[in-house]
């Protein structure tokens, strides 16, 4: 599969659960993101990585906890959410963080936290 | 901080017909870049098309194009000869130098296609 992948595509967990979410590009890009993307609201940035890197924290709750093992790879780590964390995760990838660079997305990852 | 505004939460289209997408944003910034995302019901967010701020001539993309008007921060996208693949969400997102590294989004405008 080409560009940018994740999964799992659906994710359902508890509030006491721990799960995580995966993002991979194949498009060489060094910069990383992950958004989330509720009803009703624009996106919003939750963590970037460049070269592995993390340059930015969003003022994320720390139940979220980013991992960039490499340029390629991106884990969303997941525990004790709460139900108003359920939206749908988009993990992007850039030649770099330069503000021309184009963010390609992945198809997401939609969480259910019940 | 720099607000993109999609004043069109949906929009219907026939198939062949054209349909025009708003968008404004808010910005004190000279150098800056625009662009229009498609999210399909498949959820994947594909690019359609970019504009630099520091290029008068406006983008276009096969059927798609945009109406730049830098002096009216206004940055509409035109979707020609529509085709069903078309209905999706369409986002249009805002960059420059000193936004930090997110892409500011509006909402969104649903673009319905009937045949």
């Known amino acids: 599969e080409t560009g940018v992948t994740q999964t799992p595509r659906h994710l359902v967990m508890g509030m006491t659960n721990k799960k995580s979410l995966k993002c991979e590009q194949h498009?060489?890009?060094?910069?990383m993101y992950w958004y989330k993307q509720s009803a009703k609201k624009p996106l919003e940035l939750m963590f970037v990585?460049?070269?592995?890197?993390?340059?930015e924290n969003n003022s994320v709750p720390s139940r979220f906890s980013p991992e960039c093992p490499n340029s390629s790879h991106l884990f969303l780590h997941l525990h004790t959410l709460q139900p108003e964390d359920s939206a749908l995760y988009l993990c992007?990838?850039?030649?770099?963080?330069?503000?021309?660079?184009?963010?390609?997305f992945g198809p997401g990852t939609r969480l259910t936290v019940l | 901080a720099q607000t993109v505004t999609q004043s069109q939460p949906e929009m219907s289209v026939q198939e062949a017909e054209t349909v025009t997408l708003s968008c404004t944003y808010d910005t004190s910034e000279s150098d800056y870049y625009l662009f229009w995302y498609k999210q399909p019901p498949s959820r994947q967010m594909i690019l359609v098309i970019r504009q630099e701020a520091y290029k008068q001539q406006n983008a276009t993309e096969n059927r798609f194009s945009v109406n730049f008007q830098k002096a009216a921060k206004s940055f509409s996208l035109k979707i020609s000869d529509s085709q069903l693949g078309d209905a999706a969400m369409y986002f249009c997102?805002?960059?420059?130098?000193?936004?930090?590294?997110?892409?500011?989004f509006g909402k969104g405008t649903s673009l319905l296609v009937t045949p």
């Open positions: 990585y460049n070269f592995k890197e993390q340059t």
């Open positions: 997102a805002y960059r420059n130098s000193n936004s930090g590294y997110a892409l500011n």
């Open positions: 992007a990838s850039s030649q770099e963080v330069f503000f021309a660079d184009t963010q390609y």
């Open positions: 498009l060489g890009h060094n910069a």
